[in-house]
T-cell receptor, first 112, second 114 residues
Framework: SQQGEEDPQALSIQEGENATMNCSYK?????LQWYRQNSGRGLVHLIL?????REKHSGRLRVTLDTSKKSSSLLITASRAADTASYFC????????????FGAGTTVTVRA | EAGVTQFPSHSVIEKGQTVTLRCDPI?????LYWYRRVMGKEIKFLLH????????ESGMPNNRFLAERTGGTYSTLKVQPAELEDSGVYFC????????????FGSGTRLTVV
């Protein structure tokens, strides 16, 4: 079964609003990563948060990690039409195990 | 720097035929990975190369799939013979060791088996 599960599966918001999506996982991790996939394109790495970190920022992105609850959230502030994409969380199990486990993704639609 | 390049971007083949996908990683990245996304489901790991060696091939679905990375540079993933359930998007990624800041993915190859 999949390691990461995103919630919600789909999200539709107005331009300028914030978008929040969550990811839960099952086993211990070394780090958790968020990726974006625009329609028909490849996966783009957004941000990586390590298991000993609780919060990380990158531009309009804010990621939190709660290892006690085995969950992470991705917040996109002041959304733009270009943020329309599918967002995936992926977990890396160990420092010497580079295999990523992905969730099914959250599809975000930003309406102009 | 150039990103991860995958070829072809799309492939439509008939059931029973053979298809070979190619991935050119970022130069200098020892680690190369293959993933695939089938029918809108989650992205699943197929295998991991470190240079030319298969580090982990636990995700390969069956022996119809053969991956190679001769010389530790580009990699190929051959599906022979292709079945309908092999349809999906095949992603390649590469990273340095260790992958401190995430992985770089290619745009994927969309494989359709009819």
């Amino acid at each position: 079964s999949q390691q990461g599960e995103e919630d919600p599966q789909a999200l539709s918001i107005q331009e300028g609003e914030n978008a929040t999506m969550n990811c839960s996982y099952k086993t211990s991790i070394n780090n958790l990563q968020w990726y974006r996939q625009n329609s028909g394109r490849g996966l783009v790495h957004l941000i990586l948060i390590r298991s000993n970190e609780r919060e990380k920022h990158s531009g309009r992105l804010r990621v939190t990690l709660d290892t006690s609850k085995k969950s992470s959230s991705l917040l996109i502030t002041a959304s733009r039409a270009a943020d329309t994409a599918s967002y995936f969380c992926a977990t890396a199990p160990g420092s010497n195990d580079y295999k990523l486990s992905f969730g099914a993704g959250t599809t975000v639609t930003v309406r102009a | 720097e150039a990103g991860v390049t995958q070829f072809p971007s799309h492939s439509v083949i008939e059931k029973g035929q053979t298809v070979t996908l190619r991935c050119d990683p970022i130069s200098g990245h020892d680690n190369l990975y293959w993933y695939r996304r089938v029918m809108g489901k989650e992205i699943k790991f197929l295998l991991h190369f470190v240079k030319e060696s298969k580090q982990d091939e636990s995700g390969m679905p069956n022996n119809r799939f053969l991956a190679e990375r001769t010389g530790g540079t580009y990699s190929t993933l051959k599906v022979q013979p292709a079945e309908l359930e092999d349809s999906g998007v095949y992603f390649c990624a590469s990273s340095p060791s260790p992958p401190a800041s995430g992985y770089t993915f290619g745009s994927g190859t969309r494989l359709t088996v009819v």
